[in-house]
């Protein structure tokens, strides 16, 4: 399975940006999938996660309010729109397919899109 993470780019704070997460090959719809970021220096961290039939959703405590995962009808695509964003959410963002239905337990992770947030 491989996972496309697209949508990155470079934006000034306060805009937003829609992030998506496609499967080659194979669909998401029996799976839970998770966004994660990694920042220069840093480890790669959960951001948000999304179940099986969007029953199940996390966030990272640092996005909540501003960030919303979100499967398409299709189910082929899941994802990420980060509104309000900060210099601190700069990062290369992954997708990451589970296991499961369920949010956890992620075994499949795809190539980063770069995010960069200007102040």
């Known amino acids: 399975v491989q996972l496309q993470a697209s949508g990155g780019g470079l934006v000034q704070a306060g805009d937003s940006l829609r992030l998506s997460c496609t499967a080659r090959?194979?669909?998401?719809?029996?799976?839970?999938v998770g966004w994660f970021r990694q920042a220069p220096g840093k480890e790669r961290e959960f951001v948000a996660g999304i179940s099986w039939n969007g029953g199940g959703i996390s966030y990272a405590d640092s996005v909540k309010g501003r960030f919303t995962i979100s499967r398409d009808r299709g189910q082929s695509s899941v994802h990420l729109q980060m509104n309000s964003l900060k210099p601190e959410d700069t990062a290369v963002y992954y997708c990451?397919?589970?296991?499961?239905?369920?949010?956890?337990?992620?075994?499949?992770w795809g190539q980063g899109t770069l995010v960069t947030v200007s102040s």
């Open positions: 090959g194979r669909t998401l719809s029996n799976n839970g």
């Open positions: 990451a397919s589970a296991r499961g239905p369920n949010i956890g337990n992620w075994h499949y």
